[in-house]
């Protein structure tokens, strides 16, 4: 256990509906990450906050992908409208900034879209 | 950040060490060699990084070229829960992303 808590572990939805996920990163850490991971694939990066702005989001989070990270605790990432091709494991890291800034996992979201 | 390349799968003995290469050759002097493994359906793990000196902690043992591109971990006695897949990333200091590639498969068997 990292520490890094996700909710919830598993989710099964219907092609059109809209889905959140919930991350609490370690209580100390300012910076928080999520990825996407597939099938037979390593994690990709999807998007960071740093407190509660959200600095750089990848070119994998379309429109329909909103992040926010209101009061720079907890993140939730919202998939509106989902499809088929959003079924994976959502990731959540988080880590203090600093020189060596070592990421710490959440056991992630497995998502399946029928 | 700089690409690395690792082998796809590797069988090793429970008992025995498992030594873990990767390659990468344009690694730029600000960047460090993270470690992390992925056992089937969990998050990822870190396990150690280095600059350019030996790292070892109480998980495994890092050890990176002279000309640092390249870098080896040792799993000095393997156990069956050290099946996973091992991921060798490099990543700036101060960088933000962890880029991902396919990882090596460890399997320990019995």
């Known amino acids: 256990d990292t520490g890094v808590s996700q909710n919830p572990r598993h989710k099964i939805t219907k092609r059109g509906q809209n889905v959140t996920f919930r991350c609490d990163p370690i209580?100390?850490?300012?910076?928080l990450y999520w990825y996407r991971q597939t099938l037979g694939q390593g994690p990709e990066f999807l998007t960071y906050?740093?407190?509660?702005?959200?600095?750089?989001k990848s070119r994998l989070l379309s429109d329909r992908f909103s992040a926010e990270r209101p009061k720079g605790s907890f993140s939730t990432l919202e998939i509106q409208r989902t499809e088929q091709g959003d079924s994976a494991m959502y990731l959540c890291?988080?880590?203090?900034?600093?020189?060596?800034?070592?990421?710490?996992f959440g056991p992630g979201t497995r998502l399946l879209v029928l | 950040d700089a690409k690395t390349t690792q082998p796809p799968s590797m069988d090793c003995a429970e008992g025995r060490a498992a030594n873990l290469p990767c390659n990468h050759s344009?690694?730029?002097?600000?960047?460090?060699v993270y470690w992390y493994r992925q056992i089937h359906s969990q998050g990822p793990q870190y396990i150690i990084h280095g600059l350019k000196n030996n790292e070892t902690n109480e998980m495994a043992s890092l050890i990176i070229t002279e000309d640092r591109k390249s870098s080896t971990l040792i799993l000095p006695h393997a156990t069956l829960r050290d099946t996973a897949v091992y991921y060798c990333?490099?990543?700036?200091?101060?960088?933000?992303?962890?880029?991902f590639g396919e990882g090596t498969q460890l399997t320990v068997n019995p």
């Open positions: 209580s100390e850490h300012n910076r």
């Open positions: 890291a988080s880590t203090t900034l600093g020189k060596q800034e070592t990421q710490y």
């Open positions: 990333i490099v990543k700036e200091t101060s960088g933000s992303r962890l880029t």
């Open positions: 906050f740093q407190n509660e702005a959200q600095l750089e």
């Open positions: 344009t690694i730029s002097g600000n960047e460090y």
